[in-house]
């Protein structure tokens, strides 16, 4: 199923992000993770791509197994920065070959290696480049974007930003999935903004359960979010005990989520992070609302 179509049915739905191993021996565990999310049966689920390739190839497996033995509609994460053409259009032909319906074009995260690399050379620079590419390739997938409501850490402001974000769309994307935000009338503001700018396709917000203390920092440094003093408070009251961060963390995104399907949103995208139990709980929380 194309998510375009499922967009378009307007009814409240949960999606759920997994991610491949690191390493090749973790693959059983992740895999059998990732079965428990898919049993829940989500509108989908979105399987991330690691950067720079390392085990990459296990994404394609990962989301071929979640869809053929539990009929979920996968959409598989695709990343270009420092790839050559070759290797991103071989993953491409890949991906139609493995009957992937739908693709989140990324350029992916530089990393400092990457950032300290000699960058003349390379192929891509934007995930716009590679959407182009996708749709030359004659592969009829649905394509989906990442946009940030807090604005990319690498944009001067938030018009440069929305600026190439339009290019992106205006490229070939049918949805964005932003970058988790813990407040949300960030969100609200942003799609305002976006709107005003022409941008017109279904925005589908990522919401992080933050589950243990340890996570927020890292969490805080790879997106840049704002955290709220609510959100705050919430981790130095909870943070010392696993279990009560987990039930206080799950109740804060499972408020987070009520508001904006209250407020006109029709899919959240949770970043479940191979927690089963974290899915089953927020998804139970919602069970009357998602009906
Ligand atoms: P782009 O859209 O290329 O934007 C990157 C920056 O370049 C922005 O500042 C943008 O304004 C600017 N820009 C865009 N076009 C131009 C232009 N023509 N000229 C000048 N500047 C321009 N990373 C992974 O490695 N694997 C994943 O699976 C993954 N999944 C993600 C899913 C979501 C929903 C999100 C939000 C992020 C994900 N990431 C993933 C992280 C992502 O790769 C990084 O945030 C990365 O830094 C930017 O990727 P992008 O596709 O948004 O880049």
Redesign the pocket.
């Known amino acids: 199923m194309k998510l375009s179509e499922l967009f378009a049915s307007k009814k409240l739905s949960l999606s759920f ?1 997994v ?1 491949p191993p690191k390493t090749d021996t973790a693959f059983e565990s992740v895999k059998t993770a990732t079965e428990e999310i898919a049993k829940l049966r989500p509108s989908f689920m ?7 390739g390392g085990t990459s190839q296990y ?1 394609l497996e990962i989301a071929k197994n979640i869809k053929s033995r539990y009929g979920v509609p996968t959409l598989a ?3 270009c ?1 420092s790839s050559t053409k070759e290797t991103v259009l071989a993953k491409i032909d890949e991906m139609k070959k493995a009957g992937i319906e739908n693709v ?7 990393t400092p290696e990457l950032e300290a690399s000699d960058r003349s050379g390379w192929c891509y ?4 480049q ?1 959407i182009h590419d996708i749709k030359a390739s004659g592969a009829d997938f649905c394509i ?5 409501p807090e ?5 001067v402001d938030q018009r ?2 929305i ?3 339009k ?2 769309v205006d490229a070939g994307c049918s949805f964005l ?4 935000f813990f407040d949300n009338n960030l969100l609200y503001n942003f799609l305002y903004k976006i709107r005003e700018a022409g941008i017109l396709v279904p925005i589908i917000p ?1 919401i992080m359960p933050i589950t243990n203390a340890n996570q927020v920092e890292r969490a805080m440094k790879l997106s840049g979010s704002f955290m709220p003093q609510r959100f705050k408070s919430l981790v130095d009251k909870f943070g010392t005990n696993p279990d009560a961060m987990k039930q206080a963390g799950i109740a804060y995104a499972t408020d987070q989520i009520i508001d904006l399907f209250a407020n006109g949103i029709t899919n959240v ?1 949770v970043y479940s992070m191979n927690k089963p139990d974290v899915a089953e709980k927020i998804q139970q929380n919602l069970s009357d609302i998602l009906g």
Do not use: N, W
């Open positions: 992000e991610f979105s399987v991330t791509y690691g950067a720079g994404t994460h695709l990343t920065v989140m074009a990324l350029r992916g995260d530089l620079r934007h995930a716009t590679l989906g974007g990442a946009c940030y604005i990319h850490p690498e944009s440069e930003d600026k190439y974000l290019e992106k999935t932003t970058q988790m990522g995208h």
